[in-house]
């Protein structure tokens, strides 16, 4: 069962992980997007966009911090002395 814990929690740090991995790219991408947008209004909306995912990965990276602390915990909770 602690096995079955720690594994699911890796997983669960790794699915986080990589959905910051995609935010990034996002961001990147819609930066760029407004970079090249010659109309204002396709601008602000690239770089609004861009900021959105740049906070999406901002509250990921939180939520990582969390699950990473609380492995750190069970992994302490569960070792033999």
Do not use: W
């Not at 986080?16 to 209004?41: C, F, G, L, T």
């Not at 690239?46 to 990276?61: I, N, P, R, V």
């Amino acid at each position: 069962m602690e096995e079955s814990a720690t594994s699911e929690s890796t997983a669960l740090i790794d699915i986080v992980r990589e959905a910051i991995q995609k935010e990034i790219e996002s961001y990147n991408y819609y930066y760029k997007a407004a970079s090249i947008a010659v109309k204002p209004a396709a601008k602000r909306m690239f770089l609004k966009l861009a900021a959105m995912e740049e906070g999406h990965a901002t509250e990921l990276g939180r939520h990582l911090s969390d699950l990473e602390a609380q492995s750190h915990i069970d992994k302490a909770m569960t070792s033999n002395f």
